[in-house]
T-cell receptor, first 115, second 109 residues
Framework: NAGVTQTPKFRVLKTGQSMTLLCAQD?????MYWYRQDPGMGLRLIHY???????AKGEVPDGYNVSRLKKQNFLLGLESAAPSQTSVYFC??????????????FGPGTRLTVL | RKEVEQDPGPFNVPEGATVAFNCTYS??????FFWYRQDCRKEPKLLMS???SGNEDGRFTAQLNRASQYISLLIRDSKLSDSATYLC??????????FGKGTTLSVSS
């Protein structure tokens, strides 16, 4: 049982390049999330999904797109990377949204640098 | 006002000390509350949920005061391994969790 995994672990991009971050969970969770964490800012929600085939915007969605084609996978795309997107990206998943069901399990993170 | 506010610290304490962290939240409709722990350059992990009546898990005690919109975490008999950043987390209903910026604890021998 791997929990939540993320690939890649590290990536350096040039401004304007695109990339996709992959998140996979093997806990059969319905809900999945993408966060970014910046120094002094805490974790901020980018996009989330409440089930296969659904996505929704979080607090900071601009410049990102997501897809949830399979229940176990949640992809985060950057179409044209900008230096402001340099951050650590965490994926998380949860069984539900109320009380303890909303305990979110996080992946190990992807450290992205945009030059 | 920030939705979830924490004293960033750092809190520097010797082994065996008792240390308390506080957190305030702005949305009175908040429904559930958590403390997460994040080690340096690692992912956040759930430390404990916070219940209205207060709850304890070994050396850790969490308290919730809904009237004052205040959450606390008490760590007794601090260990070196407790050194980490502690995140106060609030759910206001729906899917999103609101994370505080975290309080850094450093326990020294």
């Amino acid at each position: 049982n791997a929990g939540v995994t993320q690939t890649p672990k590290f990536r350096v991009l040039k401004t304007g390049q695109s990339m996709t971050l992959l998140c996979a969970q093997d806990m059969n969770h319905e809900y999945m999330y993408w966060y970014r964490q910046d120094p002094g800012m805490g974790l901020r929600l980018i996009h989330y999904s409440v089930g296969e085939g659904t996505t929704a915007k979080g607090e900071v969605p601009d410049g990102y797109n997501v897809s949830r084609l399979k229940k176990q996978n949640f992809l985060l795309g950057l179409e044209s990377a900008a230096p402001s997107q340099t951050s650590v990206y965490f994926c998380a998943s949860s069984y539900g949204t109320s009380g303890r069901l909303n305990t979110q399990y996080f992946g190990p993170g992807t450290r992205l640098t945009v030059l | 006002r920030k939705e979830v506010e924490q004293d960033p610290g750092p809190f520097n304490v010797p082994e065996g000390a008792t240390v308390a962290f506080n957190c305030t939240y702005s949305n009175s409709a908040s429904q559930s509350f958590f403390w997460y722990r994040q080690d340096c350059r690692k992912e956040p992990k759930l430390l404990m949920s916070v219940y209205s009546s207060g709850n304890e898990d070994g050396r850790f005690t969490a308290q919730l005061n809904r009237a004052s919109q205040y959450i606390s975490l008490l760590i007794r008999d601090s260990k070196l391994s407790d050194s980490a950043t502690y995140l106060c987390v609030v759910n206001v209903g729906g899917t999103a969790l609101i994370f505080g910026k975290g309080t850094t604890l450093s326990v020294s021998s």
